[in-house]
């Protein structure tokens, strides 16, 4: 176990610092950040002072290293754009984020694992037709506009929810579960593919065979062992919405990490581009890591030692 | 009996919430942004969205009425000593939302920092020339600049003074988060990306403002913002796509206003090189593009022809010349290019920003194909605003002889015209594409004399070589579009503050 996580941390720190360097390099081939952030007819002294401040009139292989000897530090500079630490305005944005990203993805499991159970284990059946049929429509649905009719029939139509923000607990609900909608559609389908796949294996057979309830075959020997590709799935996908909901952020005015992001790369807004990028790669890959280290509760047969 | 208590206990209570949530919402206007602020350091940002904040929480030097004329806030009147010296005498009984004296070193301050190189501030260019601004006594300020500088109190007049004071206790970076300032309003709370929450300051010199808190919500999607509106969750919306009004007037209860904006819409020519080096290509492919039916077909009607990079109302604009001096006229176009040398159309390419001004994209490529219906073949090239001003800059650099077309919006709020001559036009200016000395020296003539009248008959020659050497295709002003909550007064300026001050409940 202690080997593992060894070898696994190193491959994080890997990959870790490759993140950072593409993230270097490709935001410096988009141009000069001072230049685009100040009005076009300001003084080149002006210009030189500003880069100077930021550190981009240094050689590039000192910017990546001093990018990532102060991530170590967790000091991730000051935002050319917001005047203000990066930190602080990844952090305030980070909490909101996780909120939404948590609340979709708990949505989609506590839809999708019942949904996915149900079509696999009535294969075949109008059930199955259905549940498979409206989740393709599901992922087909682009999210801006799903998320503008639910603004318009929930918020406008009728008044029940605000139309944005993040103030109350009843702005989370569309923005949740706009962002749901492809988790819940990718989770239906891993499940459903998952039973139809248990189902047909011989151990299945056995414990029928044995006596078991059917109700007794599913919940302990098909779910325990469909759920598995789903879970890791799950995790990926927590990962990703936590930086990647830009669109839903934008339509619900969600003031979360991605549109800070989105924002600072409009703006050329390196440190918070560099910083915000390697804060969210950073929990993806620890997430990815507790994920793998979990896996042996979900399937006996895998162990680290 | 128990159930009839119960009952009328929750009748009152409805009723009383609903009272005393009446009697809130009655004196608090939340106002629908859709750009994003990056700081409540007024003296930093020159974004006009941000303007409208900044107007709350500070105060200005003079501040323009709906007429767009001056009018006196902390300064009461100033003069000019000798051609490079100032003198403001300012108002007395100000006080900071601390509760301490604004006096000239406060505005001096301000002007200072605002000059230091590193410090960044987007206003900088707009008074470069100032190189000392000090305090005489507690209410005279005295300014000195290198070069004779005529627009200093218009430029001046924008910017948003700080209390010297709160700034240096809090230090720059707190300050931006956490104001202070002398305005009418006094900060809440800010939740970046989110809202700006602000609350009356009843000490203000002005006396108490109409609202007894304000907020400014950020609402980037143009959908999410009308929903907002039209739920009723925010009074005013900014920036509605002209597609959208039709839904705002729909409703009784909602206004839906375009008012004449600062900015104009122009395509910038590369006449440095290329077929548009020659006026008279330059002229022909003015007449050649159709802005009415641009205004019609992208703009929804909302927009007004010029003959200029901005709209008229800015200082220097000459008002004898014509209105459309280039109207829709192939026949003319195509001799004007047989007598440049071109028999056949060639090929051009149209760069365009995407997502920078109104309808941008749909813009160019209108133009695109009103060109490619006179056989001209068009590349279009539409890009994101910082990669799309990186390369413009770049065009002086580069060698080849196309034909290269821009498309770009100029507004700003001092309403002067030697300023975007200056910026894009002027020989030596770092985006200019048109090699004109005879422009540029009067041009310079005009930013260097003091006497105002000699001063705008020198922009008005100016105006009239645009006009006739033609160095950009002129297209229209541009509308600013808001909707507004019936229980709201208001009426929308032109120069796209959206001042609290002005609204009142019906």
Known sequence: ?????????????????????????????????????????????????????????????????RLVLNFVRLDLGRSIYYKQPVMKLVMERLPRSLLLAATALAVACLLGVPLGTLAGYRRGTAADVVISG?????????????????????AVRIPWLPTGGSRTAASLILPAITLSVIPLARMTRFLRAGVVDVLGQDYIRTARAKGNTERAVLFRHVLRNAVRPAVTDAAMTFGRLIGGAIIVETVFAWPGVGRLLMDAISNRDFPVVEGGTLVIATLFLVINLVVDLLYPLFDPRIAYD | MRDTRSVVLLVLCVLLGGFVFGAVAQTRVVIGNSASIWTLDGSLDANRQGASIYSCLYDYLYIRDMEQTWQPALCLSHKSVDDLTWEFTLRQGVRTHEGHEFTAEDVAFTINRIMEVGVGSQWRAYISPVSKAEAVDAHTLRITTTTPFPTLVDNLALIPMLPKGAFERAGATAFASNPVGTGPYKFVRWVTGEYVQLRANPDHWRGS??????????????????????????????????????????????????????????????????????????????????????????????????????????????????????????????????????????????????????????????????????????????????????????????????????????????????????????????????????????????????????????????????????????????????????????????????????????
């Open chain 2, 209 to 506: 403002p109409p609202f007894e808190e304000v907020e400014f919500r950020q609402i980037p999607d143009d959908s999410a913002r009308l929903g907002a509106l039209l739920s009723g969750e925010v009074d005013i919306i900014v920036n509605v796509p002209p597609e959208l009004m039709g839904t705002i007037s729909a409703r009784r209860d909602l206004r839906a206003v375009s008012v004449p904006s600062i900015r104009g819409m122009y395509v910038f020519f590369d006449a440095v090189r290329g077929p548009f080096a020659d006026s008279r290509v330059r002229q022909a492919i003015n007449y050649l593009i159709d802005v009415d039916e641009l205004i019609e077909t992208v703009m929804g009607g909302l927009g007004t022809p010029i003959n200029n990079m901005v709209p008229p109302m800015y200082i220097g604009n000459n008002p004898y010349l014509p209105a459309s001096p280039y109207p829709y006229d192939p026949t003319r176009a195509f001799a004007l290019l047989r007598a440049a040398g071109y028999d056949k159309p060639f090929e051009i390419v149209l760069n365009g920003p995407v997502g920078r001004y109104v309808k941008d994209r749909e813009l160019t490529l209108a133009i695109a194909g009103q060109l490619e219906r006179h056989g001209f073949k068009v590349t279009y090239k539409g890009q994101e605003w910082g990669v799309y001003f990186r390369e413009l800059r770049a065009r002086q650099e580069e060698k080849d002889d196309r034909a290269v077309l821009y498309v770009l919006g100029y507004g700003a709020p001092h309403f002067d015209l030697a300023t975007p001559y200056n910026e894009f036009l002027r020989i030596g200016s770092k985006i200019n594409l048109w090699a004109n000395g005879t422009f540029t020296n009067v041009l310079d003539a005009a930013m260097r004399e003091m006497n105002p009248v000699i001063r705008v008959a020198l922009l008005n020659s100016a105006h009239q070589m645009v006009v006739e050497e033609a160095p950009i295709i002129f297209l229209f002003q541009l509308t600013d579009n808001y909707g507004i909550n019936g229980r709201i007064d208001w009426t929308p300026r032109s120069d796209e503050m959206v001042w609290v001050l002005e609204m009142k409940l019906k």
């Open chain 1, 1 to 65: 176990m202690g080997r593992y996580i060894t070898r696994r941390l190193g491959q994080m720190i890997f990959v870790w610092l490759g993140v950072a360097l593409l993230v270097v390099v490709g935001l410096r081939m988009t141009g000069d950040p001072v230049a685009l952030l100040l009005p076009h007819n300001m003084e080149p002294d002006v210009i030189a002072a500003l880069r100077a401040e930021f550190g981009l009139d240094r050689p590039l292989y000192e910017q990546y290293a």
């Open chain 1, 134 to 154: 409206s989740v393709v429509a599901a992922q087909s649905i682009p999210s801006f506009w799903l998320g503008i009719m639910l603004i318009l029939v929930f």
